[in-house]
């Protein structure tokens, strides 16, 4: 029932937009189905990748690299990781569970996710056109810094340790 927990209040925040916004049904409901689908167009694939991780990806790998004692290696791997992929930041979720998993830190989970969500390769080449070389590497490097700091410290707020 826990797992079923979020999706139920999806549902009831859902119904609850419909009853207070019956003006915006149709765009709720519009909304709604192209996320919906856009999902279950991407799912499949990323089930598939998940599988190849889970088979060609040792443990062992993930924790020498992302692991407990990988310090700041493991946290610019992380970077590197999340920096890589397009696709959409609710295709990193599985992906960093399965990390959890096979022994990777927290802080490196969360650098991941963050990079994942803030430093995409293709967004940076398309800001350099748009905001200048300068801009682009400024924000680069503090995005990369303050995302590596922030791993660090929620990880030790959450007094989370995997291994």
């Given amino acids: 029932m826990k797992s079923y927990g ?9 119904t609850a937009m419909l009853f207070y916004f ?8 519009g909304y709604s189905t192209t996320y919906f689908l856009e999902m279950l167009l991407i799912l499949p694939a990323v089930m598939i990748l998940m599988g190849l991780f889970s088979v060609w990806i040792s443990k062992e790998i993930v924790i020498k690299y992302l692991g407990k ?34 022994g990777a830190r927290i802080s ?5 996710l963050s990079a994942w969500a803030c430093l995409k390769l293709p ?24 995302v590596i700091g922030m791993g660090f410290s929620i990880e030790k707020m959450v007094n989370y340790n995997s291994s």
């Fill in 69 to 102: 004692h990988a310090g700041i290696k493991g946290a610019l791997i992380s970077v590197f990781l999340g920096s890589l992929p397009t696709g959409p930041l609710y295709i990193a979720f599985p992906i960093a569970a399965s990390l959890i998993k096979k």
């Fill in 22 to 29: 019956p003006q915006s049904k149709d765009k709720i409901i």
């Fill in 123 to 146: 967004q940076e080449l398309v800001e350099i056109q748009f905001l200048g070389f300068k801009f682009m590497a400024l924000r680069w490097i503090l995005t990369v810094v303050l």
């Fill in 6 to 14: 979020i999706v139920l209040i999806v549902i009831l925040v859902f």
């Fill in 108 to 112: 490196n989970i969360i650098i991941f």
